[in-house]
């Protein structure tokens, strides 16, 4: 009769090691057959081997999730999905290098609680949007019983949360781009004769997008990604091809591309900044913690000073949401912001009566 052996501290015969071995090989046909979850095959194989079968810990997984997302997610995105993990885990403390099936609805619940305290609402919901795509992950992969994500009890947003945005008018886009920084007022002057471009897709637009020959402009959106042939006015065309003599790099604007790549919201504070410093758009305080200073004109602004100009115009607004790439009425109708002036040139009009 052979001795008893002793492995990974168990201490057996022969025959009991190999029936133990069989029931392994058991659970891995009963789980490939789906008669055990992924769960319980961990589970049982821990149990059965004496060998733990590691659950990751909260911060090695969310840590590998946001290196997985470096060169799938937009760089805006990759950065909100990292800020998030890294309050979260902060949150979480010790617990953070606990394993990842210790997280509880109470947990999450009380991070929101903590960052409402010190940011917008709004941006509470987009860090509880990047963490729940991991947890999803964990779940679906059987590593959690339950998502603690799921199902969350957040708030509404608040509208006092957010300004009232303001159109910028003809004026004052005149006055932006005669003393605003040489790219700032090239990137006014981009959003304003294509119709309204995003920040984003004035910042990256590049020179092989320009077609001078043929006078149009393609641009594939960074938002709704569409596919757009936009007309080279003559004004833009004038200003382009002085902007190219200067300047034959990659970008049209090669300082804020590579800055907007990096951190998207850097540029977009920076021309928040020189409103205020011009006078054309007074700082709100935030009421506490982190909030940023709120304005009411923002580089976004220039979208709806081209719808508007286009509504005044009596553009067909089928025409103006194709300009615009706006999918909906509804969409459009928002951007479309008169300025108090305008107002009172058509109410005039009453007096006809």
Known sequence: MKPNVQRNGIRESPA?????????????????????TLRQLRESVSALAHVDISVPIVEDFLNDFIKSRDRVATRSTYNNDSRAVRLFLDYLGNKAKGRIDTITKLDVVGFISSESTRVRESTVHKYVASLAVPFAQAYESELIARNPFAKLPLKQKKRRDSLPREAFTVDEVK????????????????????????????????????????????????????????????????????????????????????????????????????????????????????RRNMTTKSFHSLRSTAATMLHMAGVDQAIAMKILSHQSSTVHQIYVRPSDEQIRAEMAKLEDV
């Not at 009991?16 to 055990?36: L, M, P, T, V």
């Not at 700032?184 to 002057?189: G, P």
């Open 175 to 290: 006055k932006l781009i005669e003393v605003l920084p040489a790219e700032w007022s090239s990137m006014v002057q981009c959003c304003i004769y294509l119709g309204g471009l995003r920040l984003g897709d004035c910042a990256l637009l590049k020179w092989s997008q320009v077609d001078f020959e043929n006078r149009i402009v393609t641009v594939v959106t960074g938002k709704q990604k569409d596919h757009m042939r936009i007309p080279l006015l003559p004004k833009l065309e004038a200003h382009l091809l002085q902007r190219r003599e200067q300047s034959r790099v990659v970008y049209v604007h090669p300082s804020l591309a590579r800055r907007y790549r990096v951190h998207p919201g850097s540029i977009s504070s920076e021309f928040s900044m020189q409103m205020r410093l011009l006078g054309l758009s007074p700082a709100f305080e935030p009421q506490s913690g982190d």
């Open 16 to 36: 009991q090691a190999k029936a133990r071995a069989q029931q392994i090989a058991d659970a891995f046909e009963q789980a490939a057959a789906g008669e055990r």
